[in-house]
T-cell receptor, first 115, second 113 residues
């Protein structure tokens, strides 16, 4: 049962345009959401996060939007740059018994920014 | 500050063998999580250790096991390797089990032949 879904395995965008990566989740207990970026042969690196009490978080060119009623979040990259070409993972976190957080990752979306 | 270190980076094993992977978290981090990444499957959670205790476990068979030492370094072991175990195994460290932002190592690429 995939609780965090990234339905687009790949996305191509022209340099300078907006990249929009989407993520859907099914578990209403998720209360913290993260995006990670992964280059080939490297581990994922944290990009941006958002708490369920917010609907938007912005950090430079990256903005994450959260729609709790639709159980949907998206990552916007504006303007897109060739160096943004990577696999982007959406992740969601929920508290489990004992107060520990368990993070669930999506399957990833490969973004290609074309110069 | 050194990042998360995983050894070895690459490994080739034959079916039926066992393998041990190592992860040294960022100094001061006490939580270590392990993930398996295969094409099309994303990052599948294996288990999480905090203060030498396994706190969370994913849906993997008992052939996959792990442990954490007093210095927070962690090892994961896979016994009776199968071809389908070929994957990138990633370790992530966090300050505590309640912290959501994790720092990943570069991973160990395991190939089972």
């Amino acid at each position: 049962d995939q609780q965090v879904k990234q339905n687009s395995p790949s996305l191509s965008v022209q340099e300078g345009r907006i990249s929009i990566l989407n993520c859907d989740y099914t578990n209403s207990m998720f209360d913290y959401f993260l995006w990670y970026k992964k280059y080939p042969a490297e581990g994922p690196t944290f990009l941006i996060s958002i708490s369920s009490i917010k609907d938007k978080n912005e950090d430079g060119r990256f903005t994450v939007f959260l729609n709790k009623s639709a159980k949907h979040l998206s990552l916007h990259i504006v303007p897109s740059q060739p160096g943004d070409s990577a696999v982007y993972f959406c992740a969601a976190s929920a508290g489990v018994s004992g107060g520990y957080q368990k993070v669930t990752f999506g399957t990833g979306t490969k973004l290609q920014v074309i110069p | 500050k050194a990042g998360v270190t995983q050894t070895p980076r690459y490994l080739i094993k034959t079916r039926g063998q066992q393998v041990t992977l190592s992860c040294s978290p960022i100094s001061g981090h006490r939580s270590v999580s392990w993930y398996q990444q295969t094409p099309g499957q994303g990052l599948q959670f294996l288990f999480e250790y905090f203060s030498e205790t396994q706190r969370n476990k994913g849906n993997f068979p008992g052939r996959f096991s792990g442990r954490q030492f007093s210095n927070s370094r962690s090892e994961m072991n896979v016994s009776t390797l199968e071809l389908g175990d070929s994957a990138l195994y990633l370790c992530a460290s966090s300050l505590s089990a309640g912290t959501s932002e994790a720092f990943f190592g570069q991973g160990t690429r395991l190939t089972v032949v």
